[in-house]
């Protein structure tokens, strides 16, 4: 048994609180919560007491969307080309030819993480800028929204792509005046895609492995992995079996992925305390920062309205079919057309099959309107957002963004008082701070980078962006019962952070400090 006492509790739950002390029993789940003598008499005389020393017992955060194999290859297979580290496009061909020194001819060398609006070019890297790296290596840049990918002209060529090249249903091949720019947008990024070589299943492991150590730091002790090819489910299959897995971890496979009109089968549905696989991932649109999330009016600076990937009927096919089977579905959808598309074929498949308790997720949910909130939470709906984009992407938001939406945009206030289930989430690596705090921050705040808030009349109570951040993303992954809130009966996954978060200042938030993750009751991180 753990006694911890003498520090501020927030247990999330409604029912106690905030108590004076704590009681992990031997079995890794919490036991009891109380006033020190009551938790004192529960614990037992050979309890080991942990002092608090004052400072704050949390539930461990949920990060309810991040790509967690993606941040892993950030930290150790791939070339990271965010904005800290590479500023202009200069700086991204240097880290890129670094890379090409060490690596002998004909090896793929990915990398990601520009934003061209926040370039001082202003526009994307072409082939030519990569061409200038190397032209025996064949080179892959993601931008940092992972929607596009520029291509040097090896790369292109061994993807068969020329300039005559159809783009496939629901993505653009970018050219300029007839001539291949490398640029790639949605489904076309599967073109070359599908010819880079698979990772080892030791590599994404470790990877995976380097991730969940960076998420414990920052007291995420569970997380959803949204987008998992079978090699990524097989590898996290694996580690669970090897007892390799330190972050609990809800996992998406996708049934389309980019570049093709391949359907990948259901997957198995799959339960333990650690892994739970038993949700499928759609997308439907594009990225808001990349301009390419599918809008009814056109973009400012770039035009076009982005690009809906799905017709209305194949993505009622394919949904039911996991619908009608009992797997919970997630889906991209940013647009305010795409999620016109998206609820509605929500609403058609609980008219066609009732599934009772079956609730479906709506990852992002960037500019929904008052009427479609009132949908969502009709049928259920559970709204994935992260207010982390104002903060790392506001301002790119407000170049390509029409003036109209900006009340709209990522409204977590208008969600939570329309009655929806609000998880909240970093998406990284597409932002480079995936930092639950800053997440709370900016539901909080909503300033962008250069301190203008974006549409403020969004912002959420400290108490209402905390919950995000642990019941929101317990529930969204189907498994509230077990984690989110520290509860008698639930895992003791906790953090003890140097501060309270509810009673400190939003502007002093990220001040604030992780001294100790727990998991199951175990010490898995101390600062």
Known sequence: MLLFYNGTIHTMDAQHPSPDALVVGDHGRIHFVGSFNQCEAAAGPRARKIDLGGHTLLPGFNDAHVHVWKVGLLLTVQV???QGLAPDIPAIQARFRQRARNLPPGTWIIGRGYNEATLPEKRHPTRHDLDAVSTTHPIVLTRTCGHMKVCNSL????????????APPGGVIVRENGDLSGLLQET???LVDRIIPDLSDDEMALAISAAQEHQLALGITSATDPLLMPNHTRVYRQMEADGA??????????????GGTETLPLPEKF??????????????DGGLSGATAALSVPYKTVGGQGVLRFSDDELFA?????????????????????????????????????VPGLRHRIEHLGLPSAQQLRRCQAIGVIAVPQTVFIAALGTTFRRYL??????????????LDAGLTVALSSDAPVVPDDNPLLGMKAARDRLDANGQALAPEQAVSPYEALYGYTMGGALASGDAENRGSLTPGKWADMIVLSGDPLHTHSENLLELKVQQTYLGGQCVYEA
Not at 155 to 166: C, F, N
Not at 252 to 257: E, G
Not at 320 to 348: C, F, K, M, N, P
């Open 80 to 82: 990271d080309v965010r």
């Open 318 to 354: 394919l949904m039911y079919e996991a619908h009608a089977a009992g797997l919970r579905i997630a889906t991209h959808a940013i647009g305010d057309v795409t999620i016109e598309q998206v609820l509605t074929t929500y609403e058609r498949l609980h008219q066609r099959k009732p």
């Open 402 to 415: 029409p003036d109209a939406f900006y009340a709209r945009c990522y409204p977590v206030r208008a969600m």
């Open 245 to 258: 897995l330190r972050v609990r971890l809800n996992g998406l496979p996708i049934r389309r992925p980019d």
């Open 271 to 284: 339960v333990t305390p650690m892994l739970r696989i038993d949700c499928v991932k759609f997308f439907a």
């Open 155 to 166: 790369a292109l060529q061994l993807a068969g792509i020329t300039p005559d090249t159809p």
């Open 188 to 190: 076309a990024m599967g």
